[in-house]
């Protein structure tokens, strides 16, 4: 059975796919979002797991999307869209209580590094500046498709504007240290104190790097993004951005389908015909823009016979990390009461995310046991108590805490089943976590756990990496997710390729969406 034809249909409602999507009907095209689940957000959702309590079951932390205009150009407070800042923006937490609060501002974030190490700090200024630049510089390319000529015409402006800077000898060989070295040597290179190290070192780690990775340590740079535009989360969960971009773009004439499983993409002598439903339905389209993971689209989505060869080779080849995190929400009776060395109180640690590892190099050994298939023993931890900034989220007098780890393996190496660990896997986490608040036992009310399985079979995500693919050096810009299509074009005319699986990457940032939606207006003659 067919359907009344769009302009444009969207495979996913994930933040990305409704920034793609309110884009393209605000310029005035037929849009039809399609998602798999009842609800709208992907990774980007807050869902109300315990009775009272709003949880955010994926992501959580806003950063880059304010780094890009997706916000301002789509007037997204209009719908409804408000964010608060934590400040401190997050606290380093290493055994024996010793800390670090990292600042909005930079100079508040030195000043509590001198208290540490005079060295680290000037060490720490110094590492501000020079991101900076390189920032300024990557900017133009992050919210863009990225081509060789693309790349260089749109960076060449903030190098010219930095050109006494860019051209000094000093410059220029800390440039070549961070595009070489991996995140381990450089944090060793720039800090003696372990809480220095730690906090330059989250932005690989999150990302899914090991912190002895090759390129790593470039994207230690993006640590500065928490004092160009801070961290920040919206008022009532993180889902209140995607539900702001639906509203945005019901707004401007689209249409959400939830509960639409795509099984297939149709096409036609080379062309995109549209895409057909679970049910057998057909939604005849102009264009298809797939914001899922680019290997399901690509090899499931479209037929074998519909990509060349040498295509489909390469997207056999991209690689997807073997899961990510472990998950754990809770509902609380009291907040957790760190145990710090610092001057920082129990009340203000709660506000920001604790990020609790006992080194850089303790986390790289818990990245050797994952890639080994086996659960790390003491894996990092990211941990957020949301109603601690915004009470809203939970019952007067009662809090939520998020637990989410870095890193835990989909296959273990033994065999042994999630359905089997998951229980006793979030009792070890939660004990762990209570040696560094020790309220924590006596507070934890109830728990939804997730396992990699279990985030792959909620939100669709390969071996529950919520990257899509591996954010590796060699599978980013001009390669992600792989050369034919990095660009949001697939060698299917009107096929078109957005999500974390594409550049820029994952985390919330808009980024994909709203460079894919550009290409796809250009393409189709529409204004911007």
């Not at 997050?90 to 030195?110: A, K, N």
């Not at 015909?273 to 680019?294: C, K, Q, Y």
């Not at 090899?299 to 040498?310: E, I, K, Q």
Request: with cysteine; aromatic share 6%; net charge positive.
């Amino acid at each position: 059975m067919s359907t009344g034809g769009y302009d444009i249909v969207v495979i996913g409602a994930g933040h990305n796919g409704l920034t793609a999507a309110a884009y393209l009907a605000r310029a005035k095209l037929g849009t039809l979002v399609v998602e798999r689940r009842p609800v709208v957000g992907g990774c980007v959702v807050t869902e109300e797991i315990f009775p009272g309590y709003r949880i955010n079951t994926a992501s959580f932390e806003h950063v880059q999307i304010h780094w890009t205009p997706v916000l301002e150009e789509l007037d997204l407070a209009r719908f409804g869209l408000e964010y608060l800042e934590p400040d401190p923006a997050y606290l380093t937490i290493l055994p024996e209580g010793r800390s670090l609060p990292i600042y909005r501002d930079v100079e508040r974030t030195v000043e509590a590094l001198a208290l540490r190490s005079r060295r680290d700090a000037r060490a720490y200024r110094e590492f501000h500046a020079f991101a900076q630049d390189v920032l300024a510089i990557v900017r133009p390319a992050y919210l863009a498709a990225p081509t060789p000529w693309g790349l260089v015409r749109r960076t060449a402006p903030a190098i010219v504007r930095r050109l006494d800077r860019v051209l000094r000898s000093s410059w220029l060989g800390q440039l070549l240290r961070v595009t070489t070295s991996t995140c381990r040597q450089l944090v060793e290179r720039l800090f003696e104190t372990p809480e220095a190290r730690l906090a330059l070192a989250l932005s690989p780690i999150s990302a899914g790097l090991s912190p002895s990775a090759p390129g790593s340590a470039f994207m230690c740079l993006f640590h500065d993004l928490v004092h160009e535009t801070g961290v920040k989360r919206p008022r009532g969960g993180s889902g209140m951005l995607t539900q702001a971009l639906r509203r945005h773009l019901e707004h401007s004439g689209g249409t959400v389908l939830t509960g639409g499983a795509v099984t297939a993409i149709e096409t036609e002598r080379g062309a995109v015909r549209g895409v057909r439903l679970r049910d057998g339905t057909v939604i005849e389209a102009r264009a298809v823009l797939s914001a899922i993971d680019p290997r399901t689209t690509l090899l499931s989505l479209l037929a074998p016979t519909d990509l060349p060869p040498r295509v489909l080779v390469a997207a056999r080849a991209i690689r997807v990390a073997n899961g990510l995190s472990f998950k754990v929400d809770c509902s609380l009776r009291e907040l957790p009461r760190y145990r710090l060395g610092s001057a920082a109180d129990a009340g203000d640690a709660a506000v920001p995310m604790q990020f609790i590892a006992p080194s850089v190099e303790g986390v790289e050994a818990a990245y050797a046991e994952y890639a080994a298939g086996r659960v790390p023993r003491e894996p990092a931890l990211m941990v957020a108590t949301h109603t601690a900034l915004d009470p809203s989220l939970a019952p007067p007098g009662r809090h939520t805490l998020l637990l989410e780890t870095r890193y835990t393996p989909y296959r273990l190496r033994d065999g042994t089943a999630w359905t089997q660990l998951r229980e006793a896997e979030a009792d070890r986490l939660l004990a762990l976590l209570a040696r560094y608040a020790p309220n924590l036992a006596a507070a934890v009310d109830r728990r939804f756990i997730q396992s990699p399985e279990d985030m792959e079979a909620r939100f669709a995500l390969p071996s529950g990496h919520q990257n899509h693919c591996d954010m590796s050096a060699d599978q980013m810009v001009l390669r992600r997710p792989l050369w034919a299509c990095a660009a949001y074009r697939t060698p299917i005319r009107g096929c078109y390729l957005t999500g974390a699986g594409t550049h820029p990457g994952g985390g919330v940032s808009g980024a994909p969406g709203r460079n894919a939606a550009m290409v796809m207006l250009r393409d189709l003659g529409a204004d911007t």
